[in-house]
Structures are given as structure tokens and as C-alpha cells.
């Protein structure tokens, strides 16, 4: 399995820093607008609903809806700030929110384990955030410099993957205390903390290298600690949403990773938090 994974990995890296540098701004827009329509389709398989297409349609028209609302035009982002404010908040709201209902697990979930309507609730606060978050940090100041929004979208992905790699290594090496055994009996505290030092150490090296601007390295860092952590909350929450439906993966798409949630659950989460902390603190 982590054979498989890896080469997954090596092939799919690659692409998407490719299609964040690379892709115009608004099939930019279009390809992550895609991604989340699959994470979207994946979601229902979470969703106590009659049918996986009616629990899809929805959430589906609110994300493509909020395109048009909202449109990215390659001479410069016509969201306004307020409007993309909102959405970002919104998301890292949702994720303090998903915090309690992770601790709290398996407690707090009769009601809403069986609402259809509640789950497609939770399946649009994780996933609408989360492409509005990666627009936004991708058009930033997009008419002045077009890669500087590039850089900080691969910056948190560095910040999300150096998180996974070094929770993972240390959990391995080091892990002895159970994180979270009702949601992810593998994760350890020592994984955790392991990942955390990674996240940090690789997004303070990564953003003087990008030349991203920031206020301080402390507050930095302290953005990137924040950031891992809430990636971390991103991966258990989906581990939770599938304890309850009774299923392993959301899908199968990605060898050795399962669905697409399963790849992008870190980065829904890490994806508000960082740009509502780093447009406010860093």
C-alpha cells in the first residue's frame, strides 16, 4: 500500500504544481471547480439520502452558482473582499465547529448521523470554503505579480504534505499515545507533533524561498503551526463522517489513496484557516 501510494504521489505532484502554475487563471478556476464537484460526489456516499445523485444535486448547484456569482476573470479577481472574507470565515468556523464534534465523538452525533439535510450542510461548509480559499489565494494580487498567488497555494499544499510526511515518519518511530482512538486509532500524539515541526520548518523555509510576503517569521510560523493543526482536524473529520456511514474510503480514483476526499480532507481545512489567519496575522 505505500508502495502504491507513493507512486501515486509522484505521479500526481507533479500535475497539480503544473496546473497551479501553469493553468490560466480561470481554467485555474475551473479544474479546482472540478475537483470539488468530485469531492462534492464522493460527500454523498456520507449522506442518508435515497440516492447519491439527489444528495448530490444541491450542494452542485450552490458551488456552480456561486461561479457566476462570483466570477474570475484573467485581468484581475472580481470578488470583493468582503465577499471572499465571508466564505473564509465561514470555512474556518465550520472547522472550530468540526473540532468539538471530533472530540466529542462518538457522543453529539444522533442529530445529525440521520439528516440528510444537515449532512449535505456539512458537505458544503467543508468543500465551498475550501475553493474559494484556494480562488483567493490564487488571484492575490494576480494584475501585479501572477505567480505570487501560486506560490502561496503550493505553499500551504508544502505546509499540508510536510504535515502528513512528518506525522506519519514520527508516529512510526515515536508513537506511543493514541490521538484520537474513537476517530483514527493509528494517529498518535507523537505523530502529531511530528507533523507540526515539519509544517512549520518546511513553510518557513518555503516562503522566504518564494519570496511571500509576511510581517514576521514568528507570525508565520505561528499561522503555519495553526494551519497544520487544522489539517490534521480536516483529515479526523472525514474519518468520522465515514465511521458513521459505515465506509473506508470515498471512493477509489487515486491508487493507494482511495477518493479525492481522501487526498484533499487535509487541505479543505487547511486552506480557510491559513488565508483568513494570513490575511489577518502574517
Excluded at 510581517?215 to 468520522?240: K, N, R, Y
Excluded at 482511495?258 to 487547511?270: E, F, K, M, P, V
Aim: glycine letters at 10%; one cysteine or more; proline letters at 4%.
Amino acid at each position: 500500500m505505500l508502495k502504491q501510494r507513493v507512486l501515486t504521489a509522484l505521479v500526481l505532484a507533479p500535475l497539480v504544481i503544473a496546473g497551479i502554475f501553469f493553468l490560466p487563471l480561470q481554467l485555474f478556476v475551473i479544474a479546482v471547480a472540478g475537483v470539488t464537484l468530485l469531492g462534492h460526489w464522493e460527500w454523498t456516499k456520507f449522506v442518508a439520502a435515497s440516492s447519491r445523485f439527489s444528495a448530490f444535486v444541491f450542494p452542485a448547484i450552490i458551488l456552480v452558482g456561486s461561479l457566476f456569482a462570483l466570477p474570475v476573470t484573467q485581468d484581475g479577481f472580481q470578488l470583493t473582499a468582503t465577499s471572499g472574507s465571508v466564505l473564509a470565515i465561514a470555512g474556518a468556523l465550520w472547522w472550530l465547529a468540526a473540532t468539538v464534534m471530533v472530540l466529542r465523538y462518538p457522543r453529539g452525533t444522533g442529530w445529525w448521523g440521520e439528516s440528510n439535510a444537515v449532512q449535505q450542510g456539512f458537505g458544503v461548509l467543508t468543500l465551498l470554503p475550501f475553493l474559494w480559499s484556494v480562488i483567493l489565494l490564487r488571484a492575490y494580487h494576480f494584475d501585479v505579480s501572477p505567480y505570487l498567488g501560486a506560490k502561496m497555494v503550493l505553499l500551504v499544499c508544502l505546509l499540508v504534505w510536510s504535515a502528513d510526511t512528518g506525522a506519519y515518519f514520527a508516529g512510526k518511530t515515536f508513537g506511543k499515545r493514541k490521538m484520537a482512538p474513537s476517530v483514527s486509532p493509528n494517529k498518535t500524539v507523537e505523530g502529531l507533533i511530528g507533523g507540526l515541526i515539519a509544517a512549520v520548518a518546511v513553510t518557513l523555509t518555503a516562503a522566504q524561498y518564494f519570496s511571500i510576503p509576511f510581517s514576521s517569521l514568528a507570525m508565520l510560523g505561528l499561522v503555519a503551526l495553526i494551519t497544520s493543526f487544522a489539517s490534521v482536524l480536516g483529515d479526523l473529520a472525514e474519518s468520522m463522517f465515514k465511521r458513521v456511514a459505515g465506509v473506508k474510503d470515498s471512493g477509489s480514483i487515486l491508487p493507494g489513496h482511495g477518493g479525492i476526499l481522501d487526498r484533499i480532507d487535509s487541505l479543505t481545512a487547511a486552506f480557510p484557516v491559513f488565508t483568513v489567519l494570513y490575511f489577518w496575522l502574517a
